[in-house]
């Protein structure tokens, strides 16, 4: 199972909104609701942004937004602040019954 | 509320064998599946496995296929990962998190991560 593609840096200022990327396949991504996106600070343990394509955990601010359309999902942050700036994973169910995450993207706050 | 504890850091020498311990508070234990995830140094996140508490169903990553055993123990609500026949390239923080009871997704509890080197 290979990596799903991500974008490995995005960049922006504050206050503006990015969109990371996360493609896959009609195995994973394209047929399956269960696309997650976690982000990771430096030497902590992942937390999760968005679940399921486009739900928020209780507790994630309304600035992370999710979406699919084919075979690729988004995770869109708006009205950028510094702490938002992290690793940024997208991960998806399979058809084999496996989990596969992206490479990882790398958010810069300018 | 929900908390997962794993075990220590471990070195090992390639070709040894390490097993990481992951002990669940906070929910029924039964109710859900661990996962496991490892991230080699300055590397990005790897999917190795998943097993159900309830039933101990699993599934895992297919590169690791045969070299890695997951199990659990209802009785102490803990998780256990094992991984043998290491490598150099095994280094890595391997975290456990809580899953979905029938399906490797949803990790929204995490566990500390539990450092493992291995090294002649």
Known sequence: ?110 | QVQLVQSGAEVKKPGASVKVSCKASGYIFTNYGITWVRQAPGQGLEWMGWISASNGDTSFAQKLQGRVTMTTDTSTSTAYMELKSLRSDDTAVYFCARARPTTPTLFVYWGQGTLVTVSS
């Open chain 1, 1 to 110: 199972q290979s990596a799903l593609t991500q974008p490995a840096s995005v960049s922006g200022s504050p206050g503006q909104s990015i969109t990371i990327s996360c493609t896959g396949t009609s195995s994973d991504v394209g047929d399956y609701n269960y696309v997650s996106w976690y982000q990771q600070h430096p030497g902590k343990a992942p937390k999760v942004m968005i679940y399921d394509v486009t739900k928020r955990p209780s507790g994630v601010s309304t600035r992370f937004s999710g979406s699919k359309s084919g075979n690729t999902a988004s995770l869109t942050i708006s009205g950028l602040q510094a702490e938002d700036e992290a690793h940024y994973y997208c991960s998806s169910y399979t058809s084999s019954f496996t989990l596969v995450f992206g490479g990882g993207t790398k958010l810069t706050v300018l």
